[in-house]
Structure formats: C-alpha cells, structure tokens
C-alpha cells in the first residue's frame, strides 16, 4: 500500500482564492510528522509546514494551514489568498518513527490564474 | 551561503562518462540523503548517511556510487549510466534526532542528461 497518496495531479485556483491540497497517509506508528513541500519550476524544494502526530492543534505557518484529522488519515494543505507565485507542485509527506524514512507522495500541480 | 548547495546545476554525459555530483549542508545536520527525481513518478529515495554511516540503499544499481567523507559533504559517484538515468537528482539534509521535526532541507538539484 502506499503511504503518501494524492490524488490531485493537477489544480486551478483564481488568485485571491483559497484552494485545499489533499493527502492521505498510511502508518501503523503512533509516532510521526507530515510535512508539505512546495517545489516551483527551478527544482528546490521548499520546506512548507509540519505536524506532529500528537499535536493537538493544527499547523499554521502564514497563509498555509494543515488540516490534521488523524482519525481519517489525512493532512490536508489549505493555502489561503492565493497568489501568482504559489503555482508549483507541492508534494506531502510523512516521517515514520524510523527517521530514515521519508516517504513522499506523487504531488499536486497547483496552477494560480490570474 | 544556502543550507544545502549542489553542484554541478545541470550535466550532460555519454554513457561511457564518469562523473560526480556534489552536495554540501550548511545546516550543522548529522544525516544526508540523496533523491532522484523523474518526470511524473513520486521522489525516490536512493541513499540515506546518518553520522557519515550509509544506512538505506534501497536497492540502487551499482552505478551509482555515494561517498560521504564528512557530514557536511555527500557525493554522487555516476558511471556507465543509461539515458532513463536521467534526472533531477536532489539532496536533503536534515537533523535527526528525537528533538527535533527531521524536515528535509533540500539543495536546488542537479539536472543530469545522459546521452
């Protein structure tokens, strides 16, 4: 089975709008992280947001937020007021208890139209 | 300087080449990874050093070679690729310990095409 699952390829947003990203995880650890990867057309990826597996509060970093609901399984990204530069694939992924692994998921190509 | 600096940026290599690419962390981080990237298939992990020890292979051809002399310093040892070699090949570092959130702090990539 596999531990990161998008299932948006691709997404269209107006600029200005907020726009869900959604991802769902598979672990039988109690203990992990969920982050978000923002990854534009140079290449870098760029660290976004992380949660906790036992946080109890659901991340924030700005205009991104983390919509944590452990019991389904997922870890949604909601972008608020998007803008033109946040068109970039934008991969989820997750930290098992070992620390080596690190699995991502296939990403969500997000367009912002102006 | 950047956390994570990669060189070279691109490459373009024939299958007989040897060449390397190189990954440097800025960060004070105790593991390295190495990830490739292809067109439309989700990052695979290659290498895994933590404390400068090789930890994960999962299961890479042997033409391509790590090499961690420090734990500021990764290299990627490529020689006798294929042309579906090609690819972005990223490097992460990232502090692992129980303190800590372990992100990935990625470097900008090294955009390989082998001809």
């Known amino acids: 089975a596999q531990k990161i699952t998008q299932t948006q390829p691709g997404m269209f947003v107006q600029e200005k709008e907020a726009v869900t990203l959604d991802c769902t995880y598979d672990t039988s650890d109690p203990s992990y992280g969920l982050f978000w990867y923002k990854q534009p057309s140079s290449g870098e990826m760029i660290f976004l947001i992380y949660?906790?597996?036992?946080?109890?509060q659901n991340a924030t970093e700005g205009r991104y937020s983390l919509n944590f609901q452990k019991a389904r399984k997922s870890a949604n990204l909601v972008i608020s007021a998007s803008q033109l530069g946040d068109s970039a694939m934008y991969f989820c992924?997750?930290?098992?208890?070992?620390?080596?692994?690190?699995?991502f998921g296939s990403g969500t190509k997000l367009n912002v139209k102006p | 300087e950047t956390g994570v600096t990669q060189t070279p940026r691109h490459l373009v290599m024939g299958m007989t080449n040897k060449k390397s690419l190189k990954c440097e962390q800025h960060?004070?981080?105790?593991?390295m990874y190495w990830y490739k990237q292809s067109a439309k298939k989700p990052l695979e992990l290659m290498f895994v050093?933590?404390?400068?020890?090789?930890?994960e292979n999962n299961s890479v051809p042997s033409r391509f070679s790590p090499e961690c002399p420090n734990s500021s310093h990764l290299f990627l040892h490529l020689h006798t690729l294929q042309p579906e070699d090609s690819a972005l090949y990223l490097c992460?570092?990232?502090?692992?310990?129980?303190?800590?959130?372990?992100?990935?702090?990625f470097g900008e990539g090294s955009r390989l095409t082998v001809l």
């Open positions: 050093y933590s404390l400068e020890e090789r930890v």
């Open positions: 992460a570092s990232s502090q692992d310990d129980r303190g800590s959130a372990g992100e990935l702090f």
């Open positions: 992924a997750m930290r098992e208890r070992d620390f080596n692994k690190f699995y």
């Open positions: 960060l004070g981080h105790n593991a």
């Open positions: 949660q906790g597996s036992y946080d109890q």
